[in-house]
């Protein structure tokens, strides 16, 4: 049991250690107050989609009055959008727009309240989203146009890196823990700067 959100995030990308070409699926429950939160066990998972997720976001079994808040996936990638050499990182250390539309508004329409995405990236960063809920959003997260089953992405889908940034720009993403390409803590901007206050230099 954990007082804050992100250090429950952090005891499940512990419990498994660092990236070794796996997948994990995991979430975090919260008390009706708000005050404890209490993280499922990473399981194995396939990415996305996922075969398990139906059955974890299904809310039935969960002790007390704890509801499910928050997604959390580790390792999952973006690869799955179009290799391009400007963007491999990009998909390597996050997800695509379709994963996280899935996490956020299409467990959302479930019924869970849904306030933050956690992503234990394959450097070993954790980084975590907090959904604007805005139209901007749900339009950044929309398939019609931008994907298929048939065909795959479209040329009107998003690069991941712009991807990535408008989620910066529309909602707040945080790198809670740095890693490797992760480097820097704290919010990103819409440029995926580091997006903070600084007191000026004699100040410090």
């Known amino acids: 049991m954990h007082a804050h959100r992100d250090d429950a995030a ?8 660092g990236y070794t070409d796996q997948q994990y699926l995991s979430a975090l429950l919260t008390d009706p107050m708000g005050s404890s939160h209490l993280p499922v066990l990473p399981m194995l998972d396939d990415g ?10 299904d809310s039935r079994g969960l002790p007390g009055k704890y509801r499910i808040t928050a997604a959390h996936l580790l ?17 390597t250390h996050f997800v695509s727009w379709r994963e996280l539309a899935y996490y956020v508004h299409e467990l959302k329409r479930k019924g869970l309240p849904i306030v933050t995405f956690y992503l234990s990236a394959r450097d070993g960063a954790l980084l975590a989203y907090a959904p604007h ?36 720009r529309i909602g707040q993403l945080r790198v809670v823990r740095s890693g490797d390409f992760w480097t820097v803590r704290g919010v990103l901007g819409a440029q995926l700067k580091l997006s903070i206050s600084r007191p ?3 100040e410090l």
């Open 48 to 57: 996305f989609p996922s075969s398990h997720a139906e059955g974890l976001f």
């Open 75 to 91: 390792f999952h990638a973006g690869l799955d959008q179009p290799a391009d050499v400007a963007q491999n990182a990009f998909r």
């Open 133 to 168: 809920w805005s139209t901007e959003e749900y339009n950044l997260l929309a398939t019609p146009d931008k994907w298929s089953a048939q065909t795959g992405y479209t040329a009107q889908a998003p690069t991941p890196s712009h991807f990535i940034s408008e989620l910066a």
């Open 200 to 202: 000026p230099k004699d």
């Open 10 to 17: 952090w005891f499940s990308q512990a419990y498994v250690g």
